[in-house]
């Protein structure tokens, strides 16, 4: 660690220092394309009409071979690529600094010496030459349609102000460091970068760099860990290090810089890259250090855990979060995420039972705001469970897509057509089969046994259909309904294999959807088990009663959680 260096290096310094690079050939050859090149010019050129700071291109890797030659373990093709650049913007400089490869050693004068082989005698002898020369040419096009580039002065005085971000490894580091940086094209990450930035061997004693290094690894650890990572995260945010999280955060604050290239490797560098105050090194790992800590705070308590992986979910921002969190007492921030929360799934409702349970009945399939409140209703009742026994797997719900599921199966959902109608029997007698006692099932048995699914019309299979549910549900069963009191949330999966399958099939195949290690959220489990039932008349049906208990269970809970964040309410 204390032989590891990192850096930037201007490329006024590389050119007026006429540094020496040497290319060894376990590496390819130059392989740019013409929209490679053209991206770099691009790049330079956007950065000079903005005026301000400094570019940094992506890491040089270097390992000191000999006396004043760096050996390239990463970033050839671009320093190869700001020779040629150079070499076109002034031709009276010459070389602007050296670069020799391994695998032509025929070329004394290097880089340099390659580009007087002419075009195409070199194309036979390797693509080095075909790739160069063909560089050369982008170049040169490019520069002749952008006659203001403002790149004139790049190498000669530093303006603009282009570095590169120069990684020093120890000399036995060099081939290790090469196949790790090139597996499968992974390049050095920012986060690397900025780990190295922390652990200075010029900064910070030995004792502190160990300490820092070993907490970095167990922060990683932490936040690597499924259900922790997912309460704090959108699903779709999953960078290979997760600390870049914290990082993110941490440059996202005033003189980030946000919004440029590699702008969290900016914000650090700007604050670490030329630190001599071993003070300010302390205070900024202290700085991540904190945030950690309020991460695995909101983690351990039960409704913060529940309350900001809710709200990180439908679409609020972590950085607004923990803003509120460092200017709050623990109390307010309390309230400040319910009332978030209301916003989101409550908008203008008074918060009494009366005008909760009207806004649910209001409520029918296909609004948009169902879902929500649905998801809300699971949060809500492990929120109100002051066991804290059960905690809601926001990994596993991230990992699955959800319906809006009927609880009971509505006329306006019933399958059409032959291929519908046969699927959904199939189900049936799926269920069917499996009783080993007849429990009232023996003529849907028989009728299910006995009917021909090639040769039956659609008519004849929808009657049977008809049949054979209105036996299953019985009278007592509400008349099919799209309001939120026939509504729950089940992953899609499962619905759509089950479809339009009567309760009782659909209970037997919910309730064992854990044993198939899917996961089943608290609500359905509640629905299908008749929890959220007073006194249920049966488990076989869906009944009038059921849906009322339901939508009662519902507006309690909301009404509940909601109270506190309202100040007194009518209870």
């Known amino acids: 660690m204390n032989q590891m260096s990192l850096t930037t290096k201007s490329v006024g310094e590389i050119v007026r220092d006429q ?116 560089a050369k040419i982008t170049i040169q096009r490019w520069l002749d349609v952008h006659p203001k580039h403002g790149l004139s002065g790049l190498g000669e005085n530093d303006q603009p102000d282009v570095r590169f971000i120069w990684y020093e490894l120890p000399e036995q580091d060099a081939i290790p460091a090469f196949s790790r940086l090139n597996a499968g094209k992974i390049r050095l990450t920012d986060t690397e970068l900025i780990r190295a930035l ?47 999280l914290l990082l993110s955060l941490t ?46 705070e909101w983690f351990a308590e039960n409704d913060l855990f529940h309350l900001v992986g809710f709200l990180i979910e439908n679409g609020a921002h972590l950085s607004d979060i923990i803003s ?9 921030f309390r309230l400040f995420l319910k009332d978030q929360i209301k916003s989101k799934v409550l908008p203008d409702v008074e918060i009494s039972k009366e005008k909760i349970q009207d806004h649910l009945e209001r409520l029918a399939y296909g609004d948009e705001r169902i879902k929500k409140l649905l998801l809300c209703l699971n949060l809500v009742t492990l929120v109100n469970d002051q066991t804290g026994t059960v905690r809601f797997s926001f990994h596993a719900y991230k990992k699955e897509s959800w319906d809006i599921e009927h609880i009971r199966a509505t006329a306006s959902r019933a ?53 054979i549910i209105g036996q299953l549900e019985g009278a007592q069963e509400i008349e099919p309904r799209n309001d939120i009191s026939n509504l729950t949330l089940l992953d899609a999966s499962t619905n759509r294999g089950y479809g339009n399958s009567p309760f009782q099939v659909k209970r037997a195949w919910v309730l064992d959807l854990e044993h198939q290690a899917k996961y089943l959220l608290p609500s359905t489990r509640s629905i299908f088990t008749k929890a959220y039932s007073r006194m249920p008349k049966t488990l076989l049906s869906w009944t009038k009663k059921d849906a009322e208990d339901y939508l009662d269970a519902m507006t309690l809970s909301l009404f509940d959680f909601f109270k506190e964040a309202v100040g007194d309410a009518n209870e």
């Open 198 to 244: 922390f652990l200075r061997s010029d900064v910070l004693p030995e004792v502190d760099q160990l300490r820092i290094a070993l907490r970095w690894d167990q922060i990683e650890r932490r936040l690597q860990e499924p259900e922790f990572w997912s309460f704090l995260t959108k699903r779709e945010y999953a960078p290979e290090n997760h600390i870049e």
């Open 19 to 134: 540094m020496r690079f040497f290319i060894p050939d376990y590496q390819r050859g130059y392989r740019w394309e013409d929209q490679q090149v053209e991206a770099l010019l691009d790049d330079l050129e956007e950065f000079v009409q903005k005026g301000k700071g400094f570019y940094c291109l992506q890491p040089l890797v270097v390992v000191e071979a000999k006396e004043r030659e760096w050996e390239v373990v990463d970033g050839q093709q671009r320093l190869t690529t700001l020779f040629l650049i150079l070499q076109h913007l002034s031709s009276a400089m010459g070389s602007p600094f050296h670069i020799r490869y391994e695998r032509h050693p025929e070329s004394e004068d290097g880089l340099a010496g390659l580009l007087q082989v002419k075009l195409p005698d070199s194309n036979l002898a390797s693509p080095d030459f075909y790739y160069i020369h063909k």
């Open 324 to 332: 509120k969190a460092k200017e709050s007492t623990k109390s307010e």
């Open 415 to 467: 399958p059409e057509g032959k291929q519908e109608l046969i699927d959904a029997l199939t189900v049936i007698k799926t269920y069917v089969d499996e009783r080993k006692v007849e429990d009232g099932f023996g003529e849907i048995r028989h009728e299910l046994e006995n009917y021909d699914k090639n040769n039956s019309g659609d008519s004849k299979l929808r009657s049977l259909y008809v049949k």
């Open 251 to 296: 440059a996202e604050s005033p003189g980030g810089g946000i919004g440029k290239e590699r702008a969290i490797y900016d914000y650090f560098n700007a604050k670490l890259g030329s630190c001599k105050d071993v003070r300010l090194q302390k205070s900024s790992w202290q700085e991540l250090e904190n945030l950690f800590s309020l991460f695995d």
